[in-house]
């Protein structure tokens, strides 16, 4: 076993997923290189190409920013690579020797051989001889898909420690759920994606979704799918550092996402507890509820903070 | 125009379905084991090691070739039942694996250096760089594209890759990125990635609600239908969902794929193959669709116009879609 200790453990914020305007793109990144206690941070878009030039305006300011505040930056590629233009905007990226790169699809795998890369949550890693494939041919961290389970972790946790490569989980934040060639931002304004007016941009944390009954249920971010429900595995920290897990993923989302990570800090340093942090937490996501069921082998919708309390040694 | 016929891979859930869609003039047939390492793992249905020996004296003994999908994505510590199941199918004599867990692949590669490998749908390799990766990698030597590509996109892609390529061209239609949605996990802790399932009917329930019938997956409605009309299964991307105020079919309307409207189309595109869903379909749709398909693949070897008779009525909702064939799907 190679526990790592809590105040050792890294927080990485994934890449933003919704289309917010440039301004407001960048003075969130701006304020995260200033105030947010994360390790890492990525940057790119995953979602849909059509974005990707609102992106890039921005994306040489922020990058800067962020080096500077001693950030590591990390470029995450696209979730579904589809043609040659969308392989290409991989192929630019990787002509970077300086850049780290997450992949996100086995197109961004293929072009990292041979350099080491992270491999993005949305690349199906769900066993060992999976995983020591890929960190054969460069692989140095892994973010694990959403859909594991508390011993799935475990072992791959394991597996990656033992060839020297890293591993993140999910901690907070909707989930991605699904990546379609379809655009249901669009297809729900009447639209399709060739002339969808980016829609996907009147919603900064994803269109809601609800049942026939009015139940809240998933987050439309145009081709991607997301929970409504917020995954938040405050209660299951320890024992992940425990297991192995050495870092932990905070995807943004529309609230103050510094005072998030300074909560994921603060619990994973001993000054809050997970009780405390997840009261906290609460308050800053009052809109939707919190989901760890995948972790405990469930459906990834429930949430039981009771059978999951785990203290920090 | 002449050209080499399209090659007709056909479902077979069952040793019956098999026999029927050899007979039916099925170039392969795809099955599965009857456990969690292949994506159809419902009850009733599959093959045991018997059952694929028969399978393969019957389908060989008419010149037809048999696929067998291993295509889950083996358990964290327990790659045991996936193992057997290659090294199983490759004793018996399976034509061809049907494969999309990295880790398998590189099993297969180096364990059966000789085997065919075909690289699944549910791998979700969409373009040049990851189709020549399995390729380089593993020597895959066909794949299976999801379904997210125009006909032009396929037709580019094909230009471009050292694989031949197999679409899907009638059935069941998935509008999310194959192997790359945890919806019905999401639901229902049961997923098509690890457990071979997509809103298993375990946690399907149909309630009346008044004059409506109501379908749900685990704690969420899927649908509503009035007493006049037939409730259908719930499958989540199917259903009906309330989005910017209005209820309606958010991800896809009840519609299954039907590309023989297409087929000339995907023929030039350079295709090697066409797939037929519906391995948890009985013998009659078996017999019908690769009937069908196999009159239409003929036709279009020859130039002559495709017939499209007996088709419509198989189709889920009664309506065919060429769905992410064409652009305006999207």
């Known amino acids: 076993m190679n526990a790592v200790k809590p105040a050792a453990a890294k927080l990485t914020l994934g890449p933003l997923l919704y289309n917010w305007p440039a301004e407001r793109r960048r003075d969130f990144y701006f304020r995260v290189a200033d105030e947010a206690p994360v390790d890492a941070v990525h940057v790119g878009e995953v979602v849909c190409a059509k974005r990707v030039p609102l992106v890039a305006d921005v994306t040489a300011d922020v990058v800067e920013r962020l080096l500077r505040a001693g950030k590591a930056v990390i470029h995450s590629t696209a979730a579904l690579v589809q043609d040659a233009r969308d392989e290409d905007g991989i192929a630019a990226l990787a002509a970077d020797p300086a850049l780290e790169i997450e992949a996100n699809d086995m197109a961004g795998v293929a072009l990292m051989a041979g350099r080491p890369h992270v491999i993005g949550p949305l690349v199906n890693v769900y066993n060992e001889d999976t995983l020591a494939f890929l960190a054969g041919r460069g692989a140095v961290r892994f973010v694990l898909p959403a859909e594991h389970d508390a011993a799935t972790i475990a072992v791959l946790a394991a597996a990656a420690a033992a060839l020297g490569a890293e591993t993140e989980v999910q901690a907070f934040g909707r989930l991605p759920l699904a990546i379609s060639a379809r655009c249901y931002h669009a297809r729900a304004h009447g639209l399709h994606k060739d002339g969808c007016q980016y829609v996907c941009g009147e919603d900064p944390d994803g269109m809601a979704v609800e049942t026939l009954d009015g139940q809240p249920f998933l987050a439309v971010n145009g081709t991607q799918t997301q929970s409504w429900a917020v995954a938040n595995l405050c209660h299951e920290m320890a024992a992940m550092c425990a297991a192995g897990v050495g870092r932990f993923r905070l995807w943004p989302q529309a609230v103050d996402m510094v005072a998030v990570a300074q909560l994921f800090r603060d619990m994973l340093d001993g000054r809050l507890d997970a009780g405390e942090a997840d009261g906290a937490l609460a308050r800053l996501v009052p809109f939707a509820p919190f989901a760890n069921g995948f972790y405990h082998g469930r459906e990834g919708v429930a949430w039981d903070a009771a059978s999951s309390q785990c203290e920090l040694p | ?330």
């Open chain 2, 1 to 330: 125009m002449n050209a080499k016929p399209l090659e007709l891979v056909c479902p077979a859930g069952t040793p019956a379905a098999l026999r029927v869609a050899v007979d039916a003039g099925a170039d392969a047939v795809y099955l599965g084991f009857r456990d969690e390492t292949n994506a159809r793992n419902f009850p009733g249905l599959n093959f045991d090691r018997t059952d694929l020996a028969r399978g393969v004296a019957y389908a060989h003994g008419k010149g037809c070739q048999v696929f067998v999908a291993i295509n889950t994505f083996p358990a964290a510590g327990r790659p045991g039942p996936w193992r057997s199941a290659v090294d199983d199918a490759v004793r018996l004599g399976a034509d061809a694996l049907i494969l999309a867990d990295t880790g398998l692949l590189d099993y297969a590669a180096r364990t059966h250096p000789g085997q065919r490998l075909h690289l699944s749908v549910q791998a979700s390799a969409a373009s040049p760089a990851a189709l020549r990766f399995y390729h380089e990698a593993f020597g895959v030597k066909r794949a299976v594209l999801p379904r997210v590509l125009t006909v032009d996109e396929i037709a580019a892609l094909n230009a471009r890759v050292p694989v031949e390529t197999e679409v899907f061209a009638f059935g069941g239609l998935c509008v999310m990125a194959e192997g790359r949605c945890a919806l019905s996990s999401w639901c229902t802790g049961k997923s098509p990635n690890r457990d071979g399932v997509c809103s298993p009917a375990s946690h399907v329930r149909f309630e009346r609600r008044g004059d409506e019938m109501m379908t749900a997956l685990g704690d969420f409605t899927i649908d509503a239908v009035p007493d006049d009309r037939p409730a259908g299964y719930p499958t989540l991307c199917k259903g009906r969902f309330v989005a910017r105020g209005a209820a309606g079919h958010l991800f896809e309307d009840p519609t299954s794929l039907d590309a023989t409207a297409v087929l000339p189309a995907l023929m030039k595109a350079g295709v090697r193959a066409l797939k037929i869903e519906g391995r948890q379909r009985g013998r009659a749709y078996v017999v019908q669709v690769v009937s069908a398909f196999r009159r239409a693949v003929d036709a279009a070897a020859t130039g002559a116009p495709v017939p499209r008779a007996g088709l419509a009525a198989l189709q889920e909702g009664a309506r065919g879609t060429t769905g992410a064939y064409e652009k305006g799907w999207r």
